[in-house]
Nanobody
Framework: QVQLVESGGGLVQPGGSLRLSCAAS????????MGWYRQVPGKQRELVAV???????NYADSVKGRFTISRDNAKNTVYLQMNSLKPEDTAVYYC???????????????WGQGTQVTVSS
């Protein structure tokens, strides 16, 4: 079974940086795309960044120019480099992977466990 493990969250001052990692393991044949959502209690989940198999990326307007999503296909790992962090970036960040268990199988979505990012003085 596919499992996603996140790491890299923590407490950082405004203007600081963090790098989140999300590694997918298990029986996965191919990955179509990987990305990051964030969730603040009482608010809707927000799609932060996504990278698809072609390498094309997309970002929420609120993080564009500050965050960078990247991947290591050999390791089935996606990263989120977060620079110039702001208090409003505080949230639980969840990674996801869209992929197939085999060539003829359905496209599935897998989720990480979430990692807390807190930006505060």
């Amino acid at each position: 079974q596919v499992q996603l493990v996140e790491s890299g969250g923590g407490l950082v001052q405004p203007g600081g940086s963090l790098r989140l990692s999300c590694a997918a393991s298990g029986s996965i044949f191919s990955i179509y795309g990987m990305g990051w959502y964030r969730q603040v209690p009482g608010k809707q989940r927000e799609l932060v960044a996504v990278i698809i198999s072609s390498g094309v990326t997309n970002y929420a307007d609120s993080v564009k120019g500050r965050f960078t999503i990247s991947r290591d296909n050999a390791k089935n790992t996606v990263y989120l480099q977060m620079n110039s962090l702001k208090p409003e970036d505080t949230a639980v960040y969840y990674c996801y992977t869209r992929g197939k268990g085999d060539d003829r199988g359905p496209l599935m979505t897998y989720w990480g466990q979430g990692t807390q990012v807190t930006v505060s003085s």
